[in-house]
């Protein structure tokens, strides 16, 4: 099996200090929560970034100012801008990092419910168009994927070259309105894919480390952080993202999976 790939996704674009007072908003604690994640294993940082006030943006000098941050204090890490935004924002706000031209960044392949009032709406021709505009860029899209449906878009697109082939998918799992977090879904999905693909899965709140698990036994690789999760057990709220990564680091060493540095993960995902 595979080294471990561990991404950290470290802020997201929903969760407040109020929930959890460690959740960075600053340049500079998006750098350290970076910093401690890469320290307990993370080799890829998932990056939304926030105004000093905790305001969600999509700023491209945010962006730009956030991974010089982060690139000094831990140099080999591989940075994936969001382009997921938040659900208010267009298409083109959201896409503003690839311009950045970072290796990866997420590109969102359907329309789901979020939670009781929010719908994340991504039409096929914002796919496209995303999806166009990474191509020109020469960024690798990580295939955001809240359900099965997600899939079979991004197949289409694959049999049109408007994805290249080892596609990297992101299973996200446990998203109130979309497909739950369980072993049965994560197996069809995971054999709903490409055999030369690779995939992510991210367990959303209290399923976090529970699909954690499941992935690091069954091939797969992990993302983890305060972006799906605040919590390092029921109750406790985590200190640091770098907590949360190192707590999947053991799980995976536990069951004698290493725990890739980002030059192998780079080679894994053909970067």
């Not at 995971?190 to 055999?195: D, G, K, L, T, V």
């Not at 399923?207 to 605040?230: L, P, T, W």
């Given at each position: 099996m595979e080294k471990l790939i561990i991404t950290a996704a470290i802020c997201g674009a929903e969760v407040t200090k109020k929930q959890n007072p460690n959740i960075p908003y600053s340049i500079d604690e998006i750098a350290k929560e970076a910093k401690l994640a890469y320290d307990a294993g993370a080799s890829i940082i998932h990056l939304h970034v926030r105004e000093d006030d905790g305001t969600p943006t999509q700023n491209i000098e945010r962006f730009r100012a956030s991974i010089s941050a982060i690139k000094k204090l831990c140099p080999e890490v591989i940075i994936e801008p969001s382009t997921g935004g938040a659900t208010y924002m267009s298409k083109d706000e959201r896409l503003s990092p690839v311009f950045l031209k970072p290796e990866i960044a997420s590109l969102d392949c359907g329309t789901c419910n979020f939670g009781m009032n929010d719908i994340f709406v991504n039409t096929e021709t914002t796919i496209r168009y995303f999806a166009k505009k990474m191509i020109e860029a020469n960024v690798k899209p990580e295939i955001?994927?809240?359900?099965?449906?997600?899939?079979?878009?991004?197949?289409?697109?694959?049999?049109?070259?408007?994805?290249?082939?080892?596609?990297?998918?992101?299973?996200?799992?446990?998203?109130?309105?979309?497909?739950?977090?369980?072993?049965?879904?994560?197996?069809?999905?995971?054999?709903?894919?490409?055999?030369?693909?690779?995939?992510?899965?991210?367990?959303?709140?209290?399923?976090?480390?529970?699909?954690?698990?499941?992935?690091?036994?069954?091939?797969?690789?992990?993302?983890?952080?305060?972006?799906?999760?605040?919590?390092?057990?029921?109750?406790?709220?985590?200190?640091?993202?770098?907590?949360?990564?190192?707590?999947?680091?053991?799980?995976?060493?536990?069951?004698?999976r290493e725990i890739a540095t980002p030059k192998e993960a780079r080679k894994i995902l053909n970067l």
């Open positions: 955001e994927v809240f359900d099965k449906g997600m899939i079979d878009t991004a197949l289409k697109l694959y049999s049109e070259g408007l994805l290249k082939d080892n596609l990297h998918f992101n299973f996200v799992m446990g998203v109130r309105g979309a497909i739950d977090a369980s072993l049965l879904n994560l197996a069809f999905m995971s054999h709903s894919i490409p055999s030369n693909s690779t995939y992510t899965v991210t367990g959303i709140g209290k399923y976090q480390f529970k699909m954690a698990a499941m992935a690091i036994a069954s091939g797969g690789h992990v993302r983890v952080g305060f972006e799906d999760n605040i919590y390092i057990e029921k109750g406790i709220l985590a200190k640091s993202n770098g907590e949360l990564v190192e707590k999947t680091a053991n799980l995976s060493k536990e069951i004698g």
